[in-house]
């Protein structure tokens, strides 16, 4: 077959529980690899926003059943000709074995690098995470590090073009799709008190489930600017205005990356404290461990210090070229 005929199939869950940031990722790659391949996607997830936004990025969506029988399922939609790619912390080395001998190609998407792979590709975008680090078949290319970030189209254009960037000192909050321990609220909180004139932009996604409590809390609070569900495109603007982030050490963290700003992060799950860990000495972002743990006086000494503090030479993590990177890799297969 043809390889710019050749199917690729995204395997992905999201929901409340897990977060939005396995299927942000592979829609982020399906732009990447879109005219190169006719791109099929897999999930279980069922809200109509995820759904609106596969449709409008891939030629097919198969969705699964919730139960058990998903394994099953996704294994029987292929033909044993395509690429599939893996994004999740369920499908473990015995599953990625069936799908090789079945006779596809398989790409594994890892940030907690906690097993063996018998893929043919394993991509890691953390900073801080060498190869070697990662179990894997001799067979298999890894694909570590920044320069293969798996981000949306707008966010690797702004990564290109710092120079365009113009800040209104805004502070920027965004805890991802779901937010299980509204550590958006927790944020605002403590940052009500020293952001001085500035702004402060808070982000929820398409999960959150604390809509009602945040909302009580910034009416009448004119400075403080709350969206949700918004798309790349509109997440960018409202970064280029900002001149700090407070994100958790996931998707999003990745995505602030590419712009100049000061970022304050940590984790909230066992998954984001790889991420947490790579990204302690790059400049000028301050990580502070488990956010759940962390009291609204430290959040704001912290963001205090980041606001008032010059951030001198900001390294530049991202270079905004790793989906040419990332096509080219999965094209030679």
Same mark, same amino acid.
């Given at each position: 077959? $043809?390889?710019?005929?050749?199917?690729?199939?995204?395997?992905?869950?999201?929901?409340?529980?897990?977060?939005?940031?396995?299927?942000?990722?592979? #829609? =982020?790659? =399906? %732009?990447? #690899? !879109? /005219?190169?391949?006719?791109?099929?996607?897999?999930?279980?997830?069922?809200?109509?926003?995820?759904?609106?936004?596969?449709?409008?990025?891939?030629?097919?969506?198969?969705?699964?059943?919730?139960?058990?029988? &998903?394994?099953?399922?996704?294994?029987?939609?292929?033909? /044993?000709?395509?690429?599939?790619?893996?994004?999740?912390?369920?499908?473990? /080395?015995?599953?990625?074995?069936?799908?090789?001998?079945?006779?596809?190609?398989?790409?594994?998407?890892?940030?907690? &690098?906690?097993?063996?792979?018998?893929?043919?590709?394993?991509?890691? &975008?953390?900073?801080?995470?060498? =190869? %070697?680090?990662?179990?894997?078949?001799?067979?298999?290319?890894? #694909?570590?590090?920044?320069?293969?970030?798996?981000?949306?189209?707008?966010?690797?254009?702004?990564?290109? +073009?710092?120079?365009?960037?113009?800040?209104?000192?805004?502070?920027?909050?965004?805890?991802?799709?779901?937010?299980?321990?509204?550590?958006? #609220?927790?944020?605002?909180?403590?940052?009500?008190?020293?952001?001085?004139?500035?702004?402060?932009?808070?982000?929820?996604? +398409?999960?959150?489930? &604390?809509?009602?409590?945040? /909302? $009580?809390?910034?009416?009448?609070? @004119? !400075?403080?600017?709350?969206?949700? $569900?918004? @798309?790349?495109?509109?997440?960018?603007?409202?970064?280029?205005?900002?001149?700090?982030?407070?994100?958790? *050490?996931?998707?999003?963290?990745?995505?602030?990356?590419?712009? !100049?700003?000061?970022?304050?992060?940590?984790?909230? *799950?066992?998954?984001?404290?790889?991420?947490?860990?790579?990204?302690?000495?790059?400049?000028?972002?301050?990580?502070?461990?488990?956010?759940?743990?962390?009291?609204?006086?430290?959040?704001?000494?912290?963001?205090?210090?980041?606001?008032?503090?010059?951030?001198?030479?900001?390294?530049?993590?991202?270079?905004?070229?790793?989906?040419?990177?990332?096509?080219?890799?999965?094209?030679?297969?």
């Amino acid at each position: 077959m $043809d390889k710019a005929a050749r199917e690729i199939v995204l395997r992905a869950d999201g929901d409340s529980g897990i977060g939005m940031g396995h299927i942000t990722r592979l #829609l =982020a790659m =399906a %732009e990447m #690899l !879109n /005219g190169s391949f006719r791109i099929r996607f897999a999930t279980r997830n069922r809200m109509d926003s995820t759904i609106r936004k596969i449709k409008n990025i891939c030629d097919d969506l198969h969705i699964l059943s919730e139960d058990e029988k &998903h394994y099953s399922e996704f294994i029987n939609l292929l033909s /044993g000709d395509e690429i599939v790619v893996l994004d999740n912390y369920f499908f473990s /080395g015995e599953y990625q074995e069936i799908i090789r001998n079945k006779g596809c190609s398989l790409v594994c998407i890892d940030d907690i &690098h906690d097993r063996h792979y018998f893929a043919d590709i394993v991509i890691n &975008h953390s900073p801080g995470i060498e =190869a %070697e680090a990662i179990s894997a078949e001799a067979y298999t290319s890894i #694909l570590s590090g920044p320069d293969y970030a798996v981000l949306r189209r707008p966010f690797l254009l702004a990564a290109r +073009s710092l120079s365009e960037i113009v800040r209104e000192g805004s502070v920027f909050v965004c805890f991802g799709g779901s937010d299980p321990y509204n550590l958006t #609220l927790k944020v605002v909180k403590s940052l009500v008190n020293i952001i001085g004139n500035r702004n402060i932009i808070a982000v929820t996604g +398409s999960s959150y489930r &604390h809509s009602g409590e945040l /909302g $009580d809390f910034i009416r009448g609070k @004119s !400075n403080i600017a709350l969206y949700s $569900d918004l @798309s790349a495109e509109e997440m960018v603007a409202l970064i280029r205005k900002s001149e700090l982030a407070i994100v958790p *050490a996931s998707s999003i963290l990745m995505e602030v990356l590419c712009f !100049n700003i000061k970022v304050i992060t940590g984790f909230y *799950a066992d998954n984001q404290k790889q991420l947490a860990r790579g990204i302690e000495g790059y400049r000028p972002v301050t990580s502070l461990g488990d956010f759940r743990d962390l009291s609204v006086e430290k959040l704001s000494a912290a963001a205090d210090a980041a606001l008032n503090t010059e951030p001198g030479q900001f390294e530049r993590i991202i270079d905004g070229n790793s989906d040419a990177r990332i096509r080219q890799s999965i094209l030679s297969i």
